[in-house]
């Protein structure tokens, strides 16, 4: 799933967060230039702890996470 340049919202990333954490299908997502902030990059984290199916997850060009984010997220996936 290609989600680059869209105007979603926190509230909307956060909610696929939360549903993709049971997904069993999805192999792929990328977010590129979705405006990704700390919010985000926590639920992101929480869903990456949990999916057993998600391989790639493309978070290019959100400076919004800020080091601290992009950090988690790297743990995250890294320990997964």
């Known amino acids: ?30 977010l590129s230039f979705a405006k990704l902030d700390a919010l985000t990059a926590a639920s992101l984290v929480q869903m990456v702890r949990v999916n057993q199916t998600l391989q790639k997850l493309n978070i290019g060009s959100n400076t919004g996470l800020g080091d601290e984010g992009a950090a988690q997220l790297a743990e995250a996936v890294i320990l997964e």
């Open 1 to 30: 799933l290609k989600l680059i340049n869209r105007s979603l919202s926190g509230a909307c990333i956060v909610r696929m967060a939360e549903s993709m954490k049971d997904n069993s299908s999805l192999t792929s997502l990328t």
